[in-house]
């Protein structure tokens, strides 16, 4: 007896497998200092924890609608239609268990097997992983380093794009943590609407920043109609491991997506559901998260630019650093960035993941990246493991 042939093109979120390896090492008694994983380990607010026990001693604990329960669907188009520019009815909400789902089930809604979907590489993984196992056709596209973050190829879309029925397009972007220019942003529409792509707008990030204020590509002329937004509450409110979030999408697509929903989970957990309509009604407590954060991205940035051949800019935004190490591994002699990663987290404790997390390295890549995730350690963490990855980088150098 054999598997299903398709589980060969199934991928899967590899900073798990870096979060075993850091895990291991610090059973051996070894210090780790986490930045492999894109977790939170600050607290929910205190008023959805509460509004969460309040639902399940009301006994909000049995099926709900598909789609989502009526009061979460009315505060999440008020909440993203308001924040974004747009009009949005409870119609166009389908609630999801995490902002994750939306990627596979825009895929199965949108894209046939054979056609081609644009993503980013560096980009989640699960984007890659759900194309491929879908059977469309993968067409990933690069970016560039600039002096002040990433920017993305835009000749390389244009000549990928008339192989394309579908377009995932990251502004505020993991792993990079690098935000589109207005004119970036206007490009990538102008080509989905040159080529009548559909796009997924993985908007998990919207909220996570520190200066400037979020666009939505779905709110440029045109792009409504052929756009899903990807909202999740795990990162502005520390919901995490709660699994709560949406498709904002046009009305034939979040049928369609509602009734995979049916046919796939049933449900989201009533009780979570009434915890995001408390979180939507008073979202006061994520204002302590993100100052937490910025001051988190501060201790690294401010860590980076000391330790010798890494050079990183800082984002205004979500709550990665994607610093260029390419230098650093040639003072410590290394030429593989996976072993690099493995003696850094031996020689100092600090755990990350590397650019191969995050999609198949392209042709003609010749520098080498690596991913920290400051959300789930502290400042002062942060300033001592960094420490020490300077210490050992300049030790050799």
């Known amino acids: 007896m054999a598997l299903a042939t398709r589980l060969d093109r199934l991928g899967t979120e590899t900073a798990f497998a870096v979060s075993l390896a850091a895990a291991e090492w610090a059973a051996q008694g070894n210090r780790v200092y986490p930045f492999h994983l894109g977790d939170i380990n600050l607290a929910t607010p205190e008023n959805i924890v509460e509004a969460m026990n309040r639902a399940i001693a009301d006994g909000k604990t049995g099926y709900c609608p598909a789609a989502g329960v009526p009061a979460l669907r009315a505060a999440l188009a008020e909440n993203i239609g308001g924040d974004r520019g747009m009009e949005l009815h409870p119609e166009n909400i389908v609630v999801q268990t995490g902002g994750k789902p939306v990627i596979t089930k825009f895929v199965q809604t949108l894209v046939n097997p054979g056609e081609g979907v644009l993503f980013p590489n ?15 056709t993968p067409l990933p596209y690069r970016y560039t380093e600039t002096p002040t973050g990433f920017a993305i190829d835009l000749d390389q879309i ?28 206007q490009a990538i529409a ?28 779905a709110s440029l002329p045109g792009m409504a109609e052929r756009t899903v937004i990807l909202y999740t509450f795990s990162k502005k409110f520390a919901m995490t491991g709660w699994r709560l979030g949406c498709a904002a999408a046009p009305l034939d697509v979040a049928q369609m997506i509602a009734k995979i929903n049916t046919n796939d989970e049933s449900c989201t957990n009533h009780f979570v559901q009434e915890a995001g309509v408390e979180a939507l009604r008073d979202p006061s407590g994520s204002d302590a998260l993100l100052t937490e954060l910025q001051v988190r991205r501060d201790a690294a940035a401010g860590a980076i630019a000391t330790i010798p051949g890494i050079t990183c800019a800082t984002p205004d935004s979500t709550f990665y650093l994607f610093p260029n190490v390419t230098e650093a591994m040639q003072l410590t002699g290394f030429d593989d960035v996976s072993e690099f990663a493995t003696a850094a987290l031996h020689e100092t404790g600090v755990s990350f993941c590397t650019r191969r997390h995050f999609g198949r390295p392209l042709p003609g890549e010749d520098q080498q990246y690596i991913r920290f995730a400051y959300s789930g350690i502290s400042a002062p963490d942060i300033s001592e493991g960094l420490g020490k990855l300077g210490d050992w980088i300049g030790s050799t150098s």
């Open 122 to 136: 560096p980009g989640y993984p699960i984007y890659e992983s759900q194309v491929e196992y879908y059977g469309a």
């Open 190 to 217: 102008d080509i989905a609407i040159e080529h009548d792509l559909w796009v997924l707008s993985d908007e998990a990030y919207f909220e996570m920043r520190y200066a400037g204020e979020s666009v939505s590509i």
């Open 158 to 185: 244009r000549e990928l794009a008339p192989n394309a029925t579908a377009l995932i397009y990251n502004n505020l972007q993991n792993p990079l943590g690098c935000e589109s220019s207005a004119e970036e942003m």
